[in-house]
């Protein structure tokens, strides 16, 4: 599978925008992905969920274990413009706090 | 009322195949959102672990049948995997940041019924929720 839509915004925060259906099948793709940037040196990262139509608990283990690999690198994840399903599963796993919905890419990691 | 059902060996496509059947079975009635949201990603859940766990990822044969009604949708699934070690009345989700392990909580916590037994067909797994009135 083709990685997913990226690009880097003005204060080096790297967003990733996985499309369709994140769940057993294109999960692995991500988590990949992702691990792939925090290893060329790129550690504040952003999923952009807006085209992201479903997610399931394969979806949430591939967002936690890079939000894992993120914050080991020095850096930290979170997500943006998640659906309402995204958000109910979110709120059933008791994610929601650790997932952290950022407002705008460049401001995601602001104190 | 209306049934849909998938016969399949499982491979890279299953989860798709079973995401367009259930569209099927929401097209021919107009099941709530919120219901439809709930079983979509309980059957994930259940197809996910019989896809990884019943054969350790390889195929197997499995049938699906959503069975639409005025009041409940339903959803069984059956395949010919080997037993499944579950205890689904000891199900909680793990800690926060664990990578794995939710699946079948998620699925529990979204319907009004799950059950799974086995016997010599293979497994069967049953899921089962309420139409609100």
Request: one cysteine or more; hydrophobic letters at 35%; a negative charge.
């Amino acid at each position: 599978m083709s990685d997913f839509a990226t690009r880097t915004t003005e204060s080096g925060v790297v967003v990733v925008q996985p499309t369709g259906r994140l769940n057993m099948t294109a999960s692995p793709s991500l988590r990949k992905q992702l691990s792939n940037i925090v290893e060329g040196g790129k550690n504040r990262i952003v999923v952009d969920l807006s085209t992201t139509d479903f997610i399931d608990s394969s979806g949430l283990g591939a967002l936690i274990a890079s939000l894992k690999v993120a914050r080991e690198a020095g850096g930290d994840l979170c997500i943006a413009a998640p659906s309402p399903q995204v958000c109910t599963v979110l709120e059933l796993s008791n994610l929601d706090q650790l997932l952290r919905t950022c407002d705008s890419e460049d401001s995601a990691f602001d104190e | 009322m209306s049934e849909h059902v998938l016969e399949v060996q499982t491979g890279p496509d299953t989860l798709a195949e079973i995401q367009r059947t259930l569209e099927l079975a929401w097209a021919e009635d107009d099941v709530p959102e919120y219901t439809k949201m709930c079983m979509e990603l309980a059957v994930s859940e259940i197809a996910t672990n019989i896809i990884a766990y019943s054969a350790d990822g390889k195929p197997v044969r499995l049938r699906m049948a959503v069975d639409v009604r005025r009041d409940s949708v339903g959803v069984t699934f059956t395949d010919d995997g080997h037993p499944k070690p579950i205890d689904l009345g000891q199900l909680s989700m793990p800690d926060e940041i664990a990578e794995s392990g939710r699946g079948l909580a998620l699925a529990h916590r979204v319907l009004d019924e799950l059950s799974y037994w086995r016997d010599p067909q293979g497994n069967h797994w049953t899921l089962h929720r309420r139409r609100p009135e």
